[in-house]
């Protein structure tokens, strides 16, 4: 078994999940947590990864907390909307 860290990302809302009330400005950095429809649990966030753009949906993996999944996409998404290895991953697909 590899016990490597893994972070979902996803351009869909995610089903499961319950719309949250907040209204966020499309600026890169702004994010709202994704509650799961049920228990209420954080499961992910909606990230906006650049600004005026559609947000994207992150959630954790393994060995990874909501947080540090969340961050680490902003990291990985300088000028893209999608992060860097997802977006050269497609182009060379």
């Known amino acids: 078994s590899l016990n490597h860290p893994t972070i979902g990302v996803a351009k869909l809302w995610p089903p499961g ?3 949250t009330p907040a209204t966020l400005l ?8 994704l ?3 049920t228990s209420g649990d954080k499961v992910g966030y ?3 990864t650049q600004d005026n753009m559609s947000p994207i949906y992150v959630s954790p993996g393994n060995c990874v907390s909501v947080e540090e999944a969340a961050n680490l ?4 998404t ?3 909307l999608f992060p860097e290895p997802i977006r050269i991953a497609t182009e060379l697909a």
């Open 17 to 19: 999940c319950r719309d």
């Open 26 to 33: 499309k600026k890169r950095g702004n994010k709202t947590a």
């Open 35 to 37: 509650l799961h429809e």
């Open 46 to 48: 909606q990230v906006y």
């Open 73 to 76: 996409v902003l990291r990985c």
């Open 78 to 80: 300088p000028n893209y």
